[in-house]
């Protein structure tokens, strides 16, 4: 195929899928609008030469090493053909330069497909294709991955090819406990050196990864990262080049609390236009929600949607089959939800959906100070930690049958970072947002959270009471609250207590009447919840793992309650006195 049939063949099926003449999801439709708008800007130009030499040294060199195409017949030494989707990942990634100059556009790169679309093989057709293409700059790349295991299925699918075109003894090639490379000095037809390139495949272990040079990295399966230094150590490694490019490439995954989702919510915001980031390329392949909040995982529309090479590498028979089984069985629902139809699910452990959180809460606008307005009694509740962690305020109000939760949290500031890092808190992000408060001594300021319910108190909350356990109170916060006139009552830790704000909090999500003001914190500490049913459908809860927090939710509950019994007691009265 000529390099004018790849251009041509990229933008055809660009055009396709902006149309919606191709089944694809939403968020392709989006990239391919991104893609034909970009070829119209003045000051970026798309450049074929680079992607077509890429696309043209990936299929003229490497070749399948395992599997079967839909007839059954085996891939085994046959080319490594790209899929249209494939070349317009290429040519996105390869091809946009800024006008007048040698640097290209594109600096970044999140791409989430469903399991079994090539996503392996694209990797490493990838690294080899750059690689090549950037040897004047002494081209370095890594693949990483959270585990050793699945960075080799990437250098495997490379060194197989070199082997099965008989170039194998020209490389440097190490493939052992120790070290996983291909390494080659290329050289003019006098002997002179015409650049290097090194692939290295290694786990992603930020602990021992400190001091690496590198222009061009890929993180494989971002959903299993714990961390995001995982990621962050290989970006910051590419300081020293223009041209660099890091690639996360990823199926969705099951936990919402993790580095791998808050990439995706990133990415989503970049490729609707919500955040301008023009170094960042998006392509997020998933089935779409309904008008209901669900995705229906028995149309064959959505299955075709998150997988971009359906019926070419993925069966449409195989993919109906697994999704009868999910029909009957639960868990493997969550997984075909994740693996096949690309749409990130809460963990298994998590007592709550997410999605009908946000799904109720999506559907109200009020702002703070609206809210403020209205006329509402508000109860508080209060997380308080023992010294040095995650410490929750929160105020619950209910509205025209809406429950409004507003949550603030407080963390010691030399405690963020370490936080942020070793136990996956996104600290930064809710600063950002104003939903955290950095305290500035080594332990939470009881008195900065005495300050922010009288700063709610002066925009115009009337706060009737405020809940909170007294072991952990301090000398400090119960005192401070007293002198600052609050009504605040003991609520003790006991489950049986706790489960009647915890019930009624599921309730109101369930039936779309909770509004908790679009707090990504809030939501974190929810998908933490682990629930164990007790008698009289009572619910005793705690956090998922050790590095969970839930302690807003908890904030939430207790103020829950301290509403309820206000409400039970109004209840009474009205009973006993008569309307």
Known sequence: MSAETYKAKVKKWAEDCAARKIIVGEEVVLACKRYLSDLKRDDIELRPSDPDFAINIIQETLVHQQGEDLEGRPLLGRPFLLEPWEMFVVYNLLGFYYKGTDERRYKEAYIQVARKNGKTSLIAALAWAVSIMQRHSGSKTYIVANALKQTLEAFHFLTFSLDYQKISSKFEIHDNAIDHKIA?????????????????????????????????????????????????????????????????????????????????????????????????????????????????????????????????????????????????????????????????????????????FKRSDGQYTWTLDDVAKLPIDWYGGADLSRMHDLTAAALVGQYDGVDIIITHAFFPAVAANEKAEEDGIPVYDWIDNGWLTLCNTPTVNAEDVVKWFCDMRDRGFKIRQVGHDRKFAGEVYFPAMKKAHFSIIDQPQLYYLKSQGFRHIEKAAKDGKLYYMHSTAYEYCVGNVRGFEKVDDAVMYEKIGDKDRIDLFDASVFATIRMLKSMEKKKKARDWFGE
């Open 184 to 356: 080659y000095t290329f050289r003019n037809a006098d002997g002179t050196p015409d650049g290097s390139i090194e692939i290295i495949a290694m786990p992603s272990n930020p602990d021992s990864q400190d001091s690496f040079n590198c222009n061009f990295a890929i993180a494989d399966e971002v959903a299993a990262y714990k961390k995001p230094a995982q990621y962050n150590r290989f970006k910051e490694a590419q300081k020293a080049y223009r041209n660099k490019l890091m690639i996360g490439i990823t199926t969705a995954g099951d936990n919402i609390n993790s580095f791998g989702y808050r990439r995706q919510e990133a990415a989503v915001k970049v490729v609707n236009g919500l955040i301008d980031d023009d170094s960042l390329f998006v392509l997020i392949a998933r089935a779409d929600v309904g008008p209901d909040g669900e995705v229906d995982y028995l149309d064959p529309v959505q299955h075709q949607k998150a997988n971009l090479s359906y019926n070419v590498t993925v069966s449409g028979k195989d993919l109906m089959a697994d999704a009868l089984q999910a029909k009957y069985d639960p868990q493997q629902r969550k997984d075909f939800l994740s693996r096949s139809l690309n749409r990130y699910t809460n963990s298994l452990k998590s007592w709550f959906d997410i999605e009908e």
